[in-house]
């Protein structure tokens, strides 16, 4: 048996996937993390997004990026919460607020 690379016997190890595996759910994604749309970095290392469940079991969800995976994921455990979240930055009243007004600029007393 030809030897794992460090990465693939941590996939193994920790999510019972191999680097292929991890490969072949990143490329059904289209390359990109799902949340924010954009493609790994240079060096970058995306990250397996799975439910977590008290003694392991949880379902792989796919990959994301570190962070999308960490502050915006891994925060919001409530699907719920997020869809109300997202419906709320989509809504409009029609109102508006005042536009800036230019600041007057103070000049100095001569003396």
């Known amino acids: 048996m030809p030897k794992l690379s460090a990465r693939d016997a941590y996939l193994r190890r920790k999510y019972g996937i191999t680097q ?3 490969d072949r759910l990143l490329a059904e994604q ?3 993390c799902p949340v924010c749309q954009r ?3 240079h060096g970058e290392t995306f ?3 799975h439910i977590h469940q008290r003694g392991g079991g ?3 969800r796919g990959i994301l990026c570190r962070y999308d995976n960490h502050r915006v994921v891994g925060r919001h455990k409530d699907h719920e919460l ?3 979240a997202a ?3 989509q809504r409009r009243t029609g109102l508006k607020t005042p536009q800036n007004r230019k600041k007057r600029v103070r000049r100095r007393k001569k003396r």
């Open 20 to 22: 292929a595996d991890f």
């Open 30 to 32: 289209g390359g990109v």
């Open 39 to 41: 493609p790994p970095r």
């Open 47 to 49: 990250v397996v997004d």
């Open 58 to 60: 949880g379902e792989i």
């Open 82 to 84: 997020l869809r109300r």
């Open 87 to 89: 419906d709320w930055l």
